[in-house]
């Protein structure tokens, strides 16, 4: 995890908080982010809380993403998830 913190340029920027947001930057993910995390059950909606929760963006913002951005996020965060459930 020595990538973090970790920009990610959007394809498509959105609007928020009344600027253009061009790029999302995660932060280091820590035990505690996913403690937070009740979606465990689907693993897209599960990457894109924990987008939420790193990048420090509402919900709505990331919902608004591309489907291309959203795909980015999910596939650098759905790893991290996987080793976290490893077992035995």
Do not use: Q, Y
Request: aromatic share 4%.
């Amino acid at each position: 995890m020595d990538k973090f913190p970790l920009e990610i340029v959007l394809e498509e920027p959105v609007s928020f908080g009344g600027d253009l947001l061009e790029k999302i930057t995660l932060s280091k993910p820590l035990t505690g982010n996913l403690r937070a995390i009740k979606s465990w059950g689907n693993p897209v909606a599960c990457c894109l809380e924990l987008a939420s929760d790193l990048s420090g963006l509402p919900g709505e913002v990331i919902d608004r993403l591309s489907l291309e951005d959203g795909d980015k996020l999910v596939s650098i965060l759905h790893p991290l998830l996987l080793g976290s459930r490893k077992t035995g």
